[in-house]
């Protein structure tokens, strides 16, 4: 959920940023949607100190801006908005991946 929720700021900050000329081009939207998942990801692996989880906490980060956070930064949402949706898409795609670790390590054992 953290995960999420760093990625819906970074994002949402990004986007408010870039978007005071009144245009968010391709380069602002390569520069904010590559890196931005990325550095959400492993500021919370790091804080945690659970740096194996990095790769999964990585795909739960752009996983979570595929899904939520692109729709809702397309209907014009504010900084506390996306937050949110950075915080239920976290959550349910970080659900899913414990599910599939757990299950994982049920059949391996």
């Known amino acids: 959920?953290?995960?999420?929720?760093?990625?819906?700021?970074?994002?949402?900050?990004?986007?408010?940023?870039?978007?005071?000329?009144?245009?968010?081009?391709?380069?602002?939207?390569?520069?904010?949607?590559?890196?931005?998942?990325?550095?959400?990801?492993?500021?919370?692996?790091?804080?945690l100190r659970r740096r194996r989880l990095a790769l999964r906490m990585t795909g739960v980060a752009y996983l979570t801006l595929a899904i939520p956070l692109l729709g809702i930064g397309i209907g014009g949402a504010n900084v506390l908005q996306q937050m949110l949706g950075g915080a239920i898409g976290g959550a349910f795609w970080g659900l899913l991946f414990a599910i599939r670790s757990s299950r994982a390590g049920a059949i391996s054992e």
Request: charged share 10%.
């Open 1 to 47: 959920m953290l995960t999420g929720i760093f990625t819906g700021l970074f994002v949402a900050l990004a986007e408010e940023f870039f978007s005071r000329d009144g245009v968010f081009g391709g380069a602002e939207a390569l520069a904010t949607f590559v890196p931005l998942p990325l550095l959400a990801s492993l500021l919370v692996s790091i804080g």
